[in-house]
């Protein structure tokens, strides 16, 4: 099978993870994070709603990756963001990374907030 390098645009894309950790653009950043606009900004998690509700009007999609497990976000956040005009998706960690990079690939205005997984799958 041949591969082909995926090139992306002006964005950071999420290359790997593991236990506490996220690598982006090459950079291993401890914790949650938020990557959006071509910077990694370190987040407290789902319970940190600001800097979340801080990306309404500056980008569309705004992925969620809540861990090793989908989980709702807490207090109604969800609806919250929804209702400032981002479009709102969760899923585990992994999954979310993922399918940030696809949509960085594609040109799209895009963020995804990360909180780590705590053990890789076997």
Excluded at 39 to 65: C, E, F, K, N, Q
Excluded at 70 to 82: D, F, H, I, K, S
Excluded at 99 to 113: D, F, I, K, T
């Amino acid at each position: 099978m041949r591969l082909t390098e995926m090139h992306l645009p002006e964005g950071l894309p999420v290359d790997g993870y593991g236990p506490g950790f996220f690598r982006v653009a090459g950079v291993v950043h401890e914790g949650a994070v938020i990557v959006a606009e071509g910077m990694v900004r370190p987040w407290a998690g789902v319970t940190d709603a600001a800097p979340l509700m801080a990306l309404a009007g500056r980008v569309d999609v705004l992925l969620v990756g809540t861990g090793d497990t989908l989980t709702p976000l807490p207090g109604g956040l969800q609806a919250r963001l929804e209702e400032a005009g981002l479009g709102v998706e969760l899923m585990s960690s992994p999954s979310a990374a993922r399918g940030y990079n696809v949509l960085l690939a594609e040109r799209r205005r895009v963020a995804v907030a990360l909180v780590p997984v705590t053990a890789l799958p076997a």
